[in-house]
């Protein structure tokens, strides 16, 4: 991808504020370009004698209509100009959350949140600094420079050559300083998105610091690090003390010389007083562009290094798409087919899966258990898609999952995750999450099955108790129960319970799951749990071990087997009677 190519789209789609903007800006040049003009007639006329009172208000009048016309002119083109540039970052942001969206899980394991943060702030806006005043100060230099120069060589040609002697310089200078004020600023953009991942990371981990009592541990790595960063703006501010004070030793130069011999020429007569002064103010006109080139390379140098850091993430490829997708498919039934299933997560690690077969009819309950790490959760993970299962591997309703469009998928199949998360919102806000339009009662019923309701009316607002960031207002528990309310209130086709009631005691996970699986007569329920005695009453148990399915069948089948599934319910059934909650 080119550097332009992901803001390309939206200069396309503005074009029309960027065109108005400029037209202002060339219409205030224009103004500003006639000042000196002006000035030059009135001053020779006062020094010839042949202008009276009425002829100096006039001009008075006419310099004070500029000045008013430059004010309302500049107005508008900074708000076609910057405020257009407002709205391409604020596009862009879209584009890039967007983006981040559709990427697969494999994405985010391997990107730090600080990083993708540094990304949607500090690299946007200076973005929107290049296409903001960059794009003005690069037309402004380049009108300026041009209708500056030819007033110049009107008024003395002589005295306009050597005035921009120095100017060469400037070039090299750019060339010199620009390449590296580049490497810089990325290095400075890196060392932000490493400071905020772990002022980020420090905070979610806040409780943790405090338990083990690390915060001057803590304290000192964020020290480290932003000590780092100083050091790199420290680098890069070096840059910019050498660069923009040598512009203006240069210009100073080229003014130096433009007082001594334009002087000489005015004392000599070669050059009118009137000449002169406005020679200076347009050689002033012409120092504004040679500044601006300064402050041009230096927004240019950082929004391309942004625009290069975006560009990177916008070229990653999601993995999990629609390409094999089959648009006809509207709505899933529950069938599941797990067929000759093998499975590692990369090329060089161990496999997960070695040509499983298991299988459950639409409308039933599958239970699947195993021992710690046997791949529970990533045949899960395989059957939402999560991550990309091999072809022809995974069926539903006889389609094979890469058929099923992920719309369909993801609205008809709800996982239940191990790891919940809550958003920083209201109890009923978090259990509408996948049906915003759910009514009270209907959040109410939900919580009911999900055995939350009466612990939520003993808080204090009740459902509309905000529930802090990740849920931490609620115990370990409740969170899993809201999480299920919230699942089921979506009412999927198929629902997937992955560890979901680890935090909850025997008695009130055996409750839930008897209730769902009343519930849900005719829909698929996949349910992953460590306590065997609440999964009885599955149509289907099939035992993970060794990469394998080690057993399959009901709960009699399986135990009248007497191999691994009985084996941990006899254990499990020990430890409930060691500890009090014996069925």
């Not at 108005?20 to 004698?49: F, N, T, W």
């Not at 750019?174 to 772990?198: N, P, T, Y």
Request: charged share 20%; with cysteine.
């Amino acid at each position: 991808m080119r550097t332009f190519d992901a803001v390309l789209p939206y200069l396309k789609k503005s074009y029309t504020r960027i065109l108005g903007g400029l037209v202002m800006l060339i219409l205030v040049d224009l103004v500003q370009l006639a000042v000196p003009k002006v000035m030059q007639y009135a001053i020779d006329h006062i020094q010839e004698r042949t202008i009276d009172q009425q002829g100096l208000l006039w001009i008075a009048l006419i310099i004070f209509a500029f000045a008013i016309a430059v004010m309302v002119l500049r107005f508008f083109w900074r708000i076609l100009i910057i405020g257009n540039s407002y709205n391409i970052e604020k596009s862009l942001r879209q584009d890039f959350y967007d983006h981040l969206l559709r990427l697969s899980q494999n994405f985010f394991n391997k990107s730090k949140t600080g990083d993708l943060m540094a990304y949607a702030t500090n690299d946007l806006n200076a973005v929107r600094q290049l296409f903001g005043m960059g794009l003005i100060s690069a037309m402004d230099i380049v009108l300026m420079t041009i209708a500056s120069f030819a007033f110049m060589v009107s008024i003395n040609p002589r005295l306009t050559l050597l005035a921009v002697l120095p100017m060469p310089v400037i070039s090299l200078t750019i060339l010199f300083f620009g390449k590296k004020m580049h490497r810089r600023f990325k290095a400075v953009q890196e060392c932000f998105a490493a400071l905020s991942g772990k002022v980020q990371e420090s905070i979610s981990g806040i409780r943790i610091v405090k338990a083990f009592c690390q915060e001057k541990t803590e304290l000192k790595k964020i020290d480290e690090i932003s000590q780092e960063f100083v050091n790199q703006n420290m680098s890069l501010a070096k840059i910019a003390g050498v660069f923009h004070p040598f512009m203006g030793f240069v210009i100073s130069i080229s003014m130096i010389i433009t007082i001594y011999f334009g002087g000489r020429a005015a004392i000599q007569g070669d050059i009118s007083i009137g000449g002169f002064i406005a020679f200076f103010q347009y050689l002033g006109m012409l120092v504004w562009p040679m500044i601006a080139i300064g402050w041009i390379v230096d927004m240019y140098q950082r929004g391309t290094a942004s625009l290069k850091r975006l560009n990177d993430i916008f070229e990653v490829k999601p993995e999990i798409d629609d390409t094999l997708a089959d648009m006809s498919i509207k709505q899933l039934e529950g069938e599941i087919l797990f067929q000759n299933l093998s499975f590692r997560y990369e090329e060089h690690l161990p496999l997960i899966f070695n040509d499983i077969t298991a299988g459950i009819e639409a409308g039933k309950t599958l239970a699947v258990v195993g021992p710690t790490g046997c791949g529970k959760t990533t045949l899960i993970e395989l059957l939402v898609r999560i991550y990309n299962p091999p072809h022809n591997s995974i069926y539903v309703d006889g389609y094979e999952l890469y058929k099923i469009p992920l719309s369909i998928l993801r609205r008809d199949m709800v996982l239940v995750p191990q790891d919940i998360f809550l958003f920083s919102e209201s109890i009923a806000d978090n259990i509408r999450l996948g049906k915003p339009d759910a009514s009270d009662e209907e959040v109410f019923e939900a919580a009911r099955i999900a055995q939350v309701y009466d612990e939520i009316m003993e808080f204090e607002h009740q459902f509309g108790t905000i529930v802090g960031e990740r849920g931490l207002t609620l115990s370990g528990g409740q969170k899993q129960r809201v999480a299920i309310a919230r699942a089921l209130l979506t009412n999927p086709r198929i629902l997937i319970l992955d560890d979901a009631l680890s935090a909850v005691d025997t008695k009130t996970e055996r409750h839930i799951l008897e209730r769902l699986i009343e519930i849900r007569k005719a829909k698929t329920t996949i349910i992953i749990a460590h306590r065997i005695s609440s999964l009885r009453h599955s149509d289907m148990i099939i035992v993970i071990n060794n990469s394998i399915i080690a057993e399959s069948g009901t709960h009699q089948d399986l135990l009248a087997k007497g191999g691994i599934y009985k084996d941990l319910y006899e254990k499990q059934k020990i430890r409930a009677r060691l500890e009090g909650e014996e069925e």
